[in-house]
């Protein structure tokens, strides 16, 4: 049978473990969310030339 100390110690080294992973993911997590705030310009932009480009294609299949 553990004794308290022991009990202690196991559950301060889960806590730790615990929360350095929990940090570890809340920087990941800040990490992406700027990355995802990054792209979201160049996906409005590709998104505008796509559908002018669409049109232009569209126009040009009218015209032959």
């Given at each position: 049978?553990?004794?308290?100390?022991?009990?202690?110690?196991?559950?301060?080294?889960?806590?730790?473990?615990?929360?350095?992973?929990?940090?570890?993911?809340?920087?990941e997590i800040t990490k992406l969310q700027e990355e995802l705030r990054s792209l979201q310009?160049?996906?409005?932009?590709?998104?505008?030339?796509?559908?002018?480009?669409?049109?232009?294609?569209?126009?040009?299949?009218?015209?032959?």
């Open positions: 049978m553990n004794t308290p100390e022991e009990i202690l110690k196991e559950t301060q080294l889960s806590f730790d473990t615990n929360l350095a992973k929990a940090q570890r993911l809340e920087q310009l160049p996906l409005a932009e590709d998104q505008g030339a796509i559908k002018k480009l669409k049109q232009l294609v569209q126009s040009v299949k009218e015209t032959v």
